[in-house]
């Protein structure tokens, strides 16, 4: 693998081998020296435009386990705000010497734009752009869908043939939700997309995933798991339900609908919660709930990126 | 490419049995005794030893496997390999006498990598090397314990251990590379 970009053009052979390369990971992760030599004297760049706290810490974990050198870029503060295009950006870090750039930016394509210029050699992981994707996120999900489904030692090579996957709230600013849809579809699993009518995007007939406005419906099909997404804030500029009391009674995780879920159910929120809005603090809190799972995997699957994007030799440099 | 047949089945039993015997008696019995294979073939060649180590001590070997792949220092310079998984038994390492099992002993540097790998997981009392073919050429200080066979080879040679568990018959065979 050259880039990690997006899931939509992901191989399922890919992911799996993603996933798979994750558990020995995760396994290393288990241990009292949890350091690897793997990648020493390589560099990390986390190019993150956007704020970030879980995404960027687990990157910089991922990456210092694996021995790489971790350099941390913030858009606040630095040139950027000077005004800085992301093509000077970019030949800085390629003069640094960087090995791979970790981007995170508010521009759909950003680093697509990155991949494909040749201003800089690295490799690049999206660590989400715009609404468009946010491939890591969706990886560990699956991979933390596949551990309690499966069981954690009987996962490698198994994909999530026939689990049914609701993904509830914000699908149309989410980049969780995309990444999600078509990594879930390529493993065989069955989505459910439920939202508000006015938070889904146009154009959404055409996803692999069907659609739903009424939470308490496709509850009722007893799901395997239900993937709460974070009401974004910063981009609820419009009015895209009355109030928060309204969204939270109609498609929030509270406790009654928690107690309705049966078997081995479980809940996922990909962080941070608005605990009481999207999901209750019961919900959050109960054994259903794969929220602190999630960050583990989270590590796991980045080292997993990392080490597929960062070792072996270049197929061009052959 | 003509493949000569270096070892047969009964060769590579006979040269199990003996090894298993010899790490008996260095190890005076089979008390804190970890056998590590590292994969792929070595993993076979581990479980066969522990079973025979069980059979002529009466005294259970605990065995599993340990992936170097982590730990190459050829990572930058080969196609990317998939880790396997490594499985260390539940006591442990820490004070034990591990015996690392492989299929061929060639330039050292995998072995090299298997001891950075120990010393992430802990801290044996001693370690040993068992093969089932030496075959020389070696780039690095590192010698073997418990050799199945001795066998001098050029360079150009491609020597290649089969085993019953995935090629379906035990042998080995040499032959000159393309």
Known sequence: MRHLLDTRTLSRADALNILDVAEDMADTQLR????????????????????????????EAAAKRLSADVINFSAKGSSVSKGESLKDTAQTLAAIGADAVVIRHGASGAPHTLAASGWIDAGILNAGDGTHEHPTQALLDAFTMRRRIHGAGASRGRDLDGVHVVIVGDILHSRVARSNVWLLASLGAQVTLVAPPTLLPVGIEGWPATVSYDLDVVLAENPDVVMMLRIQGERMHDAFFPNSREYSRRWGLDDERLARLTGDSIVMHPGPMNRGLEISSGAADSPRSTVLEQVSSGVSVRMAALYLLLSGEREDQR | MSARIVLQQADISRALTRIAHEILESNRGAGDLVLLGIPTRGVYLAA???????????????????????????????????????????????GKTVILADDVLYSGRTIRAALDALGDIGRPRAVRLATLVDRGHRELPIRPDF????????????????????????????????
């Not at chain 1, 020296?33 to 687990?58: A, C, Q």
């Not at chain 2, 180590?53 to 998939?82: H, K």
């Not at chain 2, 080879?153 to 089969?162: A, C, G, H, L, Y």
């Open chain 2, 48 to 94: 066969r030893l522990a079973a025979l180590l069980e059979e002529f001590s009466g005294q259970e070997v605990p065995v599993g496997s340990l992936d170097i792949t982590m730990y190459r220092d050829d990572l930058g310079r080969i196609p990317t390999r998939s880790p396997r998984p490594t499985s260390i038994p539940a006591g442990g390492i820490d």
């Open chain 2, 147 to 178: 050799v199945g066979k001795n066998l001098p080879s050029s360079k150009s040679e491609r020597i290649n251990v089969e085993l019953v568990e995935i090629d379906g018959e035990d042998r080995v065979t040499i032959g000159e590379t393309l």
């Open chain 1, 32 to 59: 009292e020296v949890k350091k690897l030599p793997t990648l020493r004297g390589k560099t990390v760049v986390n190019l993150f435009f956007e704020d970030s706290t879980r995404t960027r810490i687990s990157f």
